[in-house]
């Protein structure tokens, strides 16, 4: 009973601090704001997580297994390469459409003043997306019997870059800018201009 508890107050803690991300921004958000917030002294918070850095770091963690979790599934789901790739970025661009403060963590907007290990965290994380996203450009040779015109690292970061961007203007319009506004239409632009044959 007790654990259950704890686990409800610790995902009750990270929820609210999400959801502080997503509304304060411009704004750092301190261990007395969110312990206000959540309705607990700061040494209950501190009970829970040995520090704020720790709750980013949980945060991540969420996001990576997400985000790395649908892609597995995508890589189950669909063989074809194309479909696999549009599947992905239209993954990460729903993920930070729903999930506004997990956003601002993904574009490091949300870790100004924080360890810098959480920040090198993130970056891990898109750079394993992009990695993916190469090995799928590269397998399509053997999957399909036919050949990119670009080199496949090249067109897995401009891929990635306008993930990236997408999320990127989604922080900067207040959330406004929906990243995947005109995603159907961007995407067969990036078909027919990289990643044809």
Do not use: C
């Amino acid at each position: 009973m007790t654990t259950t508890r704890k686990s409800n107050r610790r995902e009750e803690i990270l929820g609210t601090l999400a959801q502080m991300l997503a509304t304060s921004i411009g704004q750092p958000i301190t261990t007395a704001k969110l312990a206000a917030e959540v309705g607990v002294s700061e040494a209950a918070l501190y009970r829970h997580f040995p520090s704020k850095a720790r709750m980013f770091d949980d945060l991540i963690t969420y996001v990576e297994d997400i985000l790395l979790g649908g892609v597995n599934k995508v890589l189950e789901s669909e063989k074809q390469t194309l479909p696999r790739v549009e599947q992905i970025v239209r993954l990460i661009l729903r993920f930070a459409e729903q999930s506004p403060g997990m956003t601002r963590v993904l574009t490091g907007d949300g870790l100004m003043g924080e360890n810098e290990r959480l920040r090198a965290r993130v970056v891990s994380l898109f750079e394993r997306l992009e990695s993916q996203i190469k090995q799928i450009l590269r397998e399509r040779r053997m999957r399909e019997g036919v050949q990119f015109n670009n080199d496949e690292g090249m067109l897995a970061n401009i891929i990635m870059a306008y993930a990236e961007g997408k999320l990127s203007q989604y922080v900067r319009s207040s959330f406004k800018k929906k990243p995947t506004t005109e995603f159907d239409a961007q995407w067969l632009v990036l078909e027919q201009q990289l990643l044809q044959s």
